[in-house]
């Protein structure tokens, strides 16, 4: 029986965001030395995507909260080394290091569109030209070398992100990219009684059977 619940997890802007965070990301990594305009508006879309998920973490549903997911690093270092055996215990929402690699995917992203949106203003193009316009030519140098450093920090992140979803996939035989399109993940009776305690039907989603 257990096999056949399941829980909304995560609501539609949350996937909303994820995929089209992915395919800006790509678009901007992928377009920055030939097609500087479509770099520019990928990166513009990119903040935009960051300031809602902001946003959405303090007002959105349960699972989409940074309450819910940012641990203590005591935890995170935990889970990490039962991760490393294979034992680590499943979460119906971020596990504590997804939760930290949210964060740091969130930061240097940040980083990167605001360094990004610094260096295009220095060239007097751009919403920020007016407070970059008169920056040096070795700040913009800076600028460029930072933002160019956490853009590459930042694929760095994701494909470490990345692996940890496969190894969860295989330790909780649960596909979690499936996840991420449909919003439902599988719910045993501990999960479920989690669930009705937290009151998460409130704001979380919804059960199946």
Do not use: C
């Not at 680590?88 to 929402?93: E, F, L, P, S, V």
């Amino acid at each position: 029986m257990n096999e056949q619940k399941k829980i909304k997890v995560w609501d539609p802007l949350i996937r909303l965001f994820h995929w089209s965070l992915v395919a800006a990301f790509v678009i901007a990594y992928s377009t920055e030395d030939d097609w500087m305009m479509v770099h520019s508006w990928a990166g513009y879309l990119i903040g935009v995507l960051l300031l809602f998920r902001l946003v959405w973490g303090f007002i959105g549903p349960r699972f989409a909260r940074f309450s819910d997911f940012v641990r203590p690093a005591a935890e995170v270092k935990t889970y990490l080394k039962e991760m490393s055996v294979l034992k680590a215990k499943r979460h119906i929402g971020h596990n504590p290091a997804g939760g930290a690699m949210i964060m740091a995917l969130l930061l240097s992203l940040m980083i990167t569109v605001i360094t990004g949106l610094g260096a295009y203003g220095v060239e007097g193009a751009g919403p920020m030209a007016a407070w970059f316009s008169g920056l040096s030519q070795f700040g913009w140098k800076m600028l460029e070398e930072v933002h160019e450093f956490f853009a590459n920090f930042t694929l760095l992140l994701v494909v470490v992100h990345v692996a940890g979803v496969l190894v969860g996939t295989h330790i909780h035989n649960e596909n979690l990219v499936r996840a991420m399109v449909t919003g439902w993940k599988r719910a045993g009776d501990d999960i479920v009684e989690e669930w009705k305690t937290d009151n998460a039907g409130l704001q979380g989603g919804r059960l199946e059977r």
